[in-house]
Nanobody
Framework: QVHLVESGGGSVQSGGSLRLSCAASGYRYSTYYMAWFRQAPGKEREGVAAIDSGGYTSYADSVEGRFTISQDNAKNTLYLQMNSLKPEDTAMYYC???????????????WGQGTQVTVSS
């Protein structure tokens, strides 16, 4: 059974940085597509960044140049390095996994429970 656990969220001031982690278990990690999503109160879940098994990455325009998605296949772990954080980045952040390459579409089969990121001005 696929199990995803996010960590690394917290509260930071505008301009600060955070690194999110997503520990994956229950499947052969390198065969799945992975992504980060976020959802702010009252808003739809939006794709932030995605990565395939070959390391090819995709980013939402709103985070391009500030966020970096990466993965360590040996540790079955997905990361999201977030720099130059803005108040509008405040949201619950989720990692997702699927055998289908959804990229930034919120159609992934497996989801973590989320980790909160709060950015104050």
């Amino acid at each position: 059974q696929v199990h995803l656990v996010e960590s690394g969220g917290g509260s930071v001031q505008s301009g600060g940085s955070l690194r999110l982690s997503c520990a994956a278990s229950g499947y052969r990690y390198s065969t799945y597509y992975m992504a980060w999503f976020r959802q702010a109160p009252g808003k739809e879940r939006e794709g932030v960044a995605a990565i395939d098994s070959g390391g090819y990455t995709s980013y939402a325009d709103s985070v391009e140049g500030r966020f970096t998605i990466s993965q360590d296949n040996a540790k079955n772990t997905l990361y999201l390095q977030m720099n130059s954080l803005k108040p509008e980045d405040t949201a619950m952040y989720y990692c997702a996994a699927d055998r289908v390459e959804w990229v930034l579409l919120p159609k992934y089969t497996f989801w973590g429970q989320g980790t909160q990121v709060t950015v104050s001005s």
